[in-house]
C-alpha cells in the first residue's frame, strides 16, 4: 500500500483485511535521485517488492500514480488506485494549466515546514481540525522531494489506461473531481482523504476486489 504525495502510510492504520488471506505492507517515499524520472523512481521502489503472482499494488493520489509506474516493472495479480487519476487526460484543468505554464516550478513548498507556526494563529476549529490532520500524516517535507513530486504529478503523461486497474474514487473529491474520472467505482460522499474516513467501506470491499477484481452487485 502506497500513500499519497508525502504522506506516511499510517493513512492505512485502519485499513484491516483478514489476516489469514493477506499480508499488509505499507510502503513509503524515499527521496528521489537528482533529476530523476517517475519511472526511474518507480523501478527503485519495484524492487522493494518480492517478485511474486500474489502481489497487489494499492495507491492513494499520487501514490496511486506511482503504483501504476510500479507495475510496469512486476507481475502484479491486482493494480487498484483510489482517490487518485489513471491517465493524464482525469487531471484537473488547473494542473494542466500549471504543466503548459510550469507554474507549478514556483510553488512555495518550503511553506509546508512551517504547519506548526500556523496552528497558533486564530483559527476556526475546522481549519485547525485539518492542520492536524496534516501534521499527523504528511511528514515528508523535504523540499526537493516536494518539488520533484509535484512536477511528476502535474507532467505525468499516460495516455492511456492501464488494462483491467481497479479505481476507486469519491463524488466530493476536490483535487480530482469526479467529473473528469472514467470507469470508477465511486464512493458517495467520498473526499479525497476517504481513505480514513471512509475505511469501513473499503475493510468491507477490498478482499472481494482483490479476489475477483469487483464487487458483486
Not at 523535504?142 to 483491467?164: F, G, P, S, T
Request: glycine share 4%.
Amino acid at each position: 500500500m502506497m500513500p499519497g504525495m508525502a504522506a506516511n502510510p499510517t493513512v492505512f492504520e485502519r485499513i484491516e483485511l483478514p489476516k489469514e488471506e493477506f499480508k499488509i505492507i505499507w510502503l513509503s517515499w524515499i527521496i528521489p535521485e537528482k533529476e530523476e524520472s517517475l519511472s526511474a523512481y518507480a523501478e527503485r521502489m519495484a524492487e522493494q517488492i518480492t517478485k511474486d503472482e500474489s502481489v497487489v499494488l494499492i495507491g492513494v493520489s499520487f501514490g496511486g500514480v506511482l503504483v501504476q509506474e510500479m507495475s510496469k516493472y512486476l507481475d502484479v495479480k491486482r493494480l487498484i488506485i483510489i482517490s487518485s487519476v489513471k491517465t493524464k487526460h482525469e487531471l484537473p484543468k488547473r494542473m494542466k494549466f500549471a504543466r503548459a505554464t510550469g507554474i507549478y516550478k514556483v510553488l512555495p513548498t518550503g511553506l509546508l515546514n512551517y504547519i506548526t507556526h500556523i496552528e497558533k494563529l486564530p483559527l476556526g476549529d475546522l481549519i485547525r481540525k485539518r492542520l492536524k490532520l496534516y501534521q499527523q500524516y504528511l511528514s515528508v517535507n523535504d523540499k526537493d522531494y516536494l518539488n520533484w513530486a509535484i512536477q511528476e504529478m502535474v507532467c505525468w503523461n499516460q495516455d492511456q489506461a492501464i488494462e483491467d486497474i481497479i479505481h476507486i474514487h469519491g463524488d466530493e473529491d476536490l483535487v480530482f473531481p469526479i467529473k473528469n474520472i472514467e470507469n470508477s467505482i465511486v464512493i458517495p460522499k467520498g473526499t479525497h482523504i476517504m481513505i480514513l474516513v471512509k475505511y469501513k467501506w473499503f475493510n468491507k470491499h477490498l478482499p472481494e476486489l482483490i479476489q475477483k477484481g469487483k464487487i458483486a452487485s
